[in-house]
Each structure stands twice: as C-alpha cells, then as structure tokens.
Nanobody, 119 residues
C-alpha cells in the first residue's frame, strides 16, 4: 500500500512562492507517474501537474504553465511542486497522487495540504 504525505502548504501573498513536497512510502516497485491536483470547495478536483518517474517528462495545466514546476528526487521517493507568482485563484487544497502503471490512473492519494493566496 503506497502512502503519500504532502507538506509545505500555507498562507502567502499574491506574487509569492511556496514549495509543496510529497513523500511516498510503501512502494515495492517503481511508479509510473506522480501528479498534483487541487480542489476548491464546491468544485471538482482539477489536474495541476504530472511527472513521469522514468524519463522525467512533465505536463502542466494551462493555468499554471510557466509559474509552477514539478520535479522529483528518486532517492527520496519525493515529488515537489514549486509554485511561483501565486494568484488568489490558486487557493485550494493541493493533493499529490501516484499512478502505479501506465493506464492504471491515479490509485493513491495524499491527505491534501491547504494553500491560501491572499490578494
């Protein structure tokens, strides 16, 4: 059973930066991809960014492209989300997720970390 623990959320002013971390444990084999999603109360969870564990290819939602960067540390089994030039509309609970295999979808989710951007 893969366990994901996010950290790094908090309150920041518009234009500021935060770095989220997601530490994975319990894997017995390599993962296919890890991603970040976010959710605002009353809205559906939305995709933010993804990184493929092998090769390191990255993908971003248009709303964060150029401002957010996803990266990984293989040795630490940790994925990061560097968020720069934050906007009030980035306020949400951010979740990391793990996709064990290509086509499996995101099977494992963290508990979420709150990011609040004040104007």
């Amino acid at each position: 059973q893969v366990q994901l623990v996010e950290s790094g959320g908090g309150l920041v002013q518009a234009g500021g930066s935060l770095r989220l971390s997601c530490a994975a444990s319990g894997r017995t084999a390599g993962s296919y991809a890890m991603g970040w999603f976010r959710q605002v109360p009353g809205k559906e969870r939305e995709f933010v960014a993804e990184i493929r564990w092998s090769g390191g290819n990255t993908y971003y939602a248009d709303s964060v492209k150029g401002r957010f960067t996803i990266s990984r540390d293989n040795a630490k089994n940790t994925v990061y989300l560097q968020m720069n030039s934050l906007k009030p509309e980035d306020t949400a609970v951010y979740y990391c997720a793990d996709a064990p295999h290509s086509g499996s979808g995101y099977n494992y989710w963290g508990q979420g970390t709150q990011v609040t951007v004040s104007s």
